[in-house]
């Protein structure tokens, strides 16, 4: 029954064999080596697809139940791609006896949909790979030379729905634990512009929660936050967004320890209507943001950049304005270098109460949502010019969001997106249980079949191939 397996594994012992000794020859290095062994490796998967697919439709044709219920029709060849390449295999077509109605019955088994040309494995991988480059080069990623059409890609997000990632959001808050106990809790929010096909322009919003810098010893690492997690919609209000960072600090911390709470961020709109949300939030205009206008209206003059530091500090509105005045005398004649100071002037006015330089030590090294921004989102979203629909970017943000929230996008894809309730018939069901012991022994007939495996000396190669042959592997694809 696995005659064809056999011999790809007799093959791929013969070529280990032989890449050893060129190897020792200095014929070849181990990189050309191992991409001549993933050649062989994928054929061998390519084979067992095949094998499983060819087996299942078998069983389901050779059963009385199935001869009871159903009719052949005729026998169609059907291609694959899946994650080891292309796979043909052949299946029957059957006519129900009682209803009229047609049905590929070993498909439902392996859990192929109708219409599908893509296994869900390789869809899975191209989401993991997609939110971290192009879908050209996500689809090579996963396949190689095998060709996938960018639009195929295109095509996998668009059956992903906005609603299906935050569900699973909900699921990994489900499993959180025991909440915990912090004195200080930060959030920081800032937003990306993203260009549609349309022409039209969309702000991504994020916001993230943080609980401060790690340290070592006493030593701040800056760069490195505790506790990050990430919200990040194009489609949602602010509304929306706050009341999930809302719920989330409920469920994650206990609320009633937690002495200060701090918003901070460039002073948007949305971005202030998390006060709104978030209890005993305190809104701090973010150093960032702040120390750019203070550059703008300095102009490259240490005195003035210094004196307005030193007025923000000690809330010196007075010595401010005097300052932001000899700069604009300064810039006398160059029009656009005094509008800029006056846009700046406002800007610094209008959040003169939020503007916090010696709070402590956290938010005196600023706000770090801009390089999140730019980390999280800009670097797939808008660092380079593209055009997405509105849908298919709502859908990436949320998927960046999910991945530097530690979920395993792969994982997630085939347990939260692909999979659907049971709906294989009894007749199925009573197929696959009655099959399933004489389909252990044929397996372990196999394994005799390869003298490596039969002596049952363990050894590398001895583990590698019974890694191929295990029953579990079959087991966890056929049923």
Known sequence: MFDNIIAKIEELLNRFGEGIVEIL???????????????????????MIKEVCGLVDEIVRNEKERKARYDVVRKDRRNIKTIFGDVEYIRTYYKNKEDGGYVYLADEILGIEKYQRIDKAVKAAIVE???EMSYEKAAKEVLGEEKITRQSVMNILKRIEAAQLDR????????AGSKKVVKELYIEADEDHISLQSGEGKIAKLAYINEGYKEEEGIVKRKELKGVHYFSSIKEKPEDIWSKVSEYIEERYETEKIEKIYLLGDGAAWIKEGLEWIPRAEFVLDRFHLM????????????????????????????????????????????????????????????????????DNRIIKGCSAEGHVSHVLADRMSSRPRGWSEEGAEVMVKLLSLKYNGVNL??????????????????????????IKKIKKQIE??????????RGKVDLMFRVLKGLSTR????????
Request: charged residues 45%.
């Open 25 to 47: 020859r200095g014929e070849k290095d181990i990189a050309k080596y191992s991409m001549e062994l993933k050649v062989k490796m994928d054929e061998i998967g390519k084979e």
């Open 129 to 131: 790979k997609v939110v």
């Open 168 to 175: 699973i959001e909900d699921n990994k808050k489900g499993v």
């Open 292 to 359: 750019r206008e203070v550059i703008r209206i300095s102009r490259g003059n240490k005195k003035i950049f210094a004196g307005i530091i030193e007025a923000l500090k000690g809330r010196d509105r007075e010595k401010f304005e005097k300052l932001v005045a000899e700069a604009m005398e300064k810039a006398e004649g160059d029009e656009k270098a005094k509008k800029r100071i006056r846009d700046s002037r406002r800007y610094i006015a209008n959040h003169w109460d939020n503007i916090v330089l010696e709070l």
């Open 410 to 435: 792969r994982e997630a894809y085939l347990k939260e997106i692909c999979s659907k309730e049971e709906k294989k018939e009894k007749i199925l069901k009573e197929i696959v249980r009655k099959n």
């Open 445 to 454: 007939e196999t394994r005799n079949n390869v003298p490596i495996l039969a």
């Open 472 to 479: 579990d592997f079959l087991n966890a694809v056929v049923f």
